[in-house]
């Protein structure tokens, strides 16, 4: 297990890397990468202002449970899970948590 719990760190970090080197999409506003290695959470964050008001959003939060990867927000257009499955990790690792529970046998991605 730690063997994949390790590939999968490197996995998401290297997904939210290259996400993050798009850029935000305002210079103003910076792109921050958060990782949590001990608690297993990785964001992709914009913070900064913009005209005078604040901007700051979650862009991609994921979490590694009980050997899966859990997409909990995925703010992209490319969608995050496919990135990770090119990248190796089965679907039946990767649960889409910003589904309702009901609905994640359908996905064609794991269910918890």
């Known amino acids: 297990m730690a063997n994949k719990l390790e590939t999968y760190r490197g996995y998401i970090q290297q997904a939210l890397k290259d996400y993050a080197s798009l850029g935000s999409p305002d210079d103003e506003v910076e792109t921050q990468l958060i990782f949590d290695t001990e608690g297993d959470h990785y964001q992709l964050v914009y913070a900064g202002w913009k005209n005078r008001r604040r901007r700051y959003g979650c862009v991609l ?21 496919n990135e990770l499955v090119k990248l ?25």
Do not use: N
């Open 61 to 81: 939060h994921l979490d590694i449970k009980d050997g899966k990867i859990w997409i909990q927000h995925d703010g992209t257009e490319i969608g995050i899970a």
């Open 88 to 112: 190796g990790v089965p679907k039946e690792d990767i649960v889409l948590a910003f589904h309702e529970p009901f609905v994640r046998p359908y996905t064609g991605f794991a269910v918890g």
